[in-house]
Structure formats: C-alpha cells, structure tokens
C-alpha cells in the first residue's frame, strides 16, 4: 500500500464527502420547506383536496418537521465524519504514512460509504478498506492490527488465538 494507493482512497473519500454535502444540502432544503409548512396557519391544496381536518394537517405539519430535522442531523454527521476522514488521511499523506500498532478484539462494524468499513476496537474507531482481501475482520476476534497514525485506516491486520 503505497503513496499512490492512499491518494487513490483519499479521492473516493472526498467523491463520497461531496455526495454527502448534497444530500445535506436537500435535508437543509427539506428543513426549510416542511417549517415553512408548519408555521403557515392555514390548510395547503393538498389538504384541502384530500379533505383532512385540522388535526390531521397539524399531526402532518409535526411529522414533516421531525423528518426534517432527522434527516438533516444525519447527513450532518455523515458529511463531519466524511470531513475528519478527508483531513486525517491528508495529514498521514504529507508525513509520509506513519504506521502505529494496537492489539484488541472486534467490538462491531459498521459501513458508512461504499468504500470503507468502521471497525469499532477496545480502546476506539478504526476504518479498513471493504476491498481489501487480507482485511476480513470479524466480529469477536482479537486481531494484532498495524494502521496509520492519524486517519486510523488498517493497513493489515493479523488473528491472534487466545
């Protein structure tokens, strides 16, 4: 794994980052939209079209806006760990890739974007590449794993028998 291979993930982090910023941007659309929805004092042409009384249009007014801010916190967090990413891997790069050691055992994975797998160890948050065919961790194994300094991304990892 080379300097070459890093900047090759480093790209698809931030393809994947500026496909998140857009879904944010639709979820900070959609806030927008259903609060304006829900501080208008009266029934919008659908509403009166399907007949719905008050209640149901107020219960509806809610619904929007709850969805909305649901969406919109989750592609928040989604775009900040994308950018903490994007900015670790860039400071592994400029200093040349420093590698670090830890031992511990698979607490849980987790796939954020198509490219990398979370993997959640003892003592904190990994990433290993889903491509990666000498990276196959499972869960409840304790693994000795080599991986950058700063971006914590496996470079390889090895099983240790108990």
């Not at 400029?94 to 796939?111: R, S, Y």
Request: with cysteine; aromatic share 12%; proline share 1%.
């Amino acid at each position: 794994m080379d300097l070459d291979y890093w900047q090759g993930i480093q790209k698809d982090q931030i393809g994947d980052l500026l496909i998140a910023t857009a879904f944010l941007l639709l979820a900070i659309a959609y806030f927008e939209i259903a609060l304006r929805y829900f501080r208008s004092n009266k029934k919008s042409r659908f509403d009166e079209w399907f007949g719905r009384n008050l209640t149901a249009v107020a219960n509806r007014k809610a619904g929007h806006l709850i969805g909305s801010i649901c969406f919109t916190l989750i592609w928040i967090v989604c775009s900040a760990v994308l950018v903490v990413s994007v900015i670790s891997l860039q400071i592994d790069i400029k200093q040349e890739l420093p590698a670090d050691q830890t031992i511990g055992t698979v607490a849980t994975k987790f796939a954020l974007t198509s490219g990398s797998i979370y993997v959640f160890i003892e003592d904190g948050k990994y990433a290993f590449i889903d491509d990666s065919p000498n990276l196959l961790l499972e869960r409840g194994k304790k693994y000795q794993i080599t991986y950058l300094q700063h971006s914590r991304e496996i470079i390889s990892a090895k099983e240790i028998s108990d």
